[in-house]
């Protein structure tokens, strides 16, 4: 199968030919539809993230077609679509339990410990980690499975602050960002909805999916969101660029009793005292989401509440994508369709 390698940071992404693998009796092997080009990716080429081992086959937003299926899977069968659930746990620690497997402590994430899906094929280790997508396009699935699922959590991480007369302002209109409008609007339609973003061209887009405000970064984030709020401030911010510029704009922007939802993991800094944020402002970050939260986000998507602005590119394009992803050129997703 073709499959792409990232070696070394520094080095460009290399496409490869590598043996199908073998199918274990618990495993399914998943014809990859579509994989998008996550920001975190970037994080990973980048040397700011690590992974567990060299080589590796990047891509953690993955769905196909099932094309093998291990000796005692009766769950799925070939030829069924399926979204593919990343946030692979260990399974049996108390967080994995309760369902919550994207805060295991010992996860094992395709495209991070273990070969993820920017090739043709995914071995995945247990149908557990498969939803059927029961006629939904597997190409429009893939990016459900992160930049859906993600904000998805985060927006429900706010809800309680959300409702008629609030307002919830997203920083960061990508791949992430663009999803937690439309989220956003179908959870919570009365909520006004403030975008930031640094490219006019996202804020744009941003108006297009319903944002009632837009605000450029590069101007006074905080002082326009509280003119667009009766100088109260949001009543949530979610930050998914999280740098230290993002998380100053966030506290700027978030008022007394509000929420700040973390996202972005670009690595900065939030100053952190009684007098540093609004009194009794709750900050907390989100990560993925969890197996229930998404099938929720299928049945979104199902439903046509919410629809990714996808690009598609095939494997051979990957080293171009990171580029332009870099330069904050891709509107929506970009899906590699191998
Ligand atoms: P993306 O590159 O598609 O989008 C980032 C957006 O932020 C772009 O529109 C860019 O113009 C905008 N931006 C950059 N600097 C800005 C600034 N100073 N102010 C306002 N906007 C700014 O990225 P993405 O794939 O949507 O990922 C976003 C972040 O979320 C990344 O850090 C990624 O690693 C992270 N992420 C976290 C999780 C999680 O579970 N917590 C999951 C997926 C991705
Ligand atoms: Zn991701
Ligand atoms: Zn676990």
């Known amino acids: 199968m073709k499959a792409t390698r990232f070696i070394e940071v520094g080095q460009p992404i290399q496409l490869v030919d590598l043996p199908d693998p073998e199918v274990g009796p618990t495993e399914v092997l998943v014809r990859i539809s579509g994989a998008g080009v996550c920001?975190?990716?970037?994080?990973?080429?980048?040397?700011?993230?690590?992974?567990?081992?060299?080589?590796?086959?990047?891509?953690?937003?993955?769905?196909?077609?099932?094309?093998?299926?291990?000796?005692?899977?009766?769950?799925?069968?070939?030829?069924?679509?399926?979204?593919?659930?990343?946030?692979?746990?260990?399974?049996?620690?108390?967080?994995?339990?309760?369902?919550?497997?994207?805060?295991?402590?010992k996860p094992i994430y395709p495209g991070v410990m273990v070969d993820g899906g920017w090739a043709e094929k995914l071995l995945v280790p247990h149908p557990r980690n498969l939803v059927k997508l029961n006629g939904l396009d597997p190409v429009i699935a893939a990016p459900l499975t992160d930049a859906a699922l993600t904000p998805y959590r985060a927006v429900r991480k706010a809800l309680s602050r959300l409702g008629p007369g609030r307002t919830l302002a997203i920083i960061g209109v990508g791949g992430l960002g663009h999803m937690a409008l439309q989220i956003a609007r179908a959870l919570t339609p009365a909520t006004q909805l403030i975008a930031i973003d640094v490219s006019d061209a996202k804020l744009a887009m941003a108006k297009e999916l319903g944002a009632d405000h837009c605000i450029n970064a590069q101007t006074e984030v905080g002082a326009a969101v509280k003119a667009a709020t009766g100088g109260a401030g949001a009543d949530a911010v979610i930050d998914f660029v999280g740098n230290d510029a993002t998380l100053a704009n966030a506290v700027a922007s978030v008022a007394i009793a509000g929420k700040l939802v973390v996202v972005g993991i670009a690595g900065g800094t939030l100053p952190f005292s009684f007098w540093k944020i609004p009194l009794e402002c709750e900050v907390t970050t989100s990560i993925w989401g969890n197996r229930r939260e998404l099938k929720d986000v299928l049945e979104l998507a199902r439903r046509g509440l919410i629809a990714p602005h996808i690009e598609r590119q095939p494997l051979s394009a990957i080293n171009e994508v990171i580029a332009r992803l870099h330069a904050g050129d891709v509107r929506g997703r970009v899906v590699l369709t191998p």
């Open 39 to 105: 920001h975190s990716d970037l994080h990973v080429i980048d040397g700011e993230v690590g992974v567990r081992q060299k080589p590796i086959t990047l891509g953690h937003e993955n769905a196909g077609i099932v094309e093998r299926v291990g000796s005692l899977v009766t769950e799925v069968k070939p030829g069924d679509g399926v979204a593919v659930f990343g946030a692979w746990g260990c399974g049996v620690c108390a967080l994995c339990e309760q369902g919550e497997e994207n805060l295991c402590q």
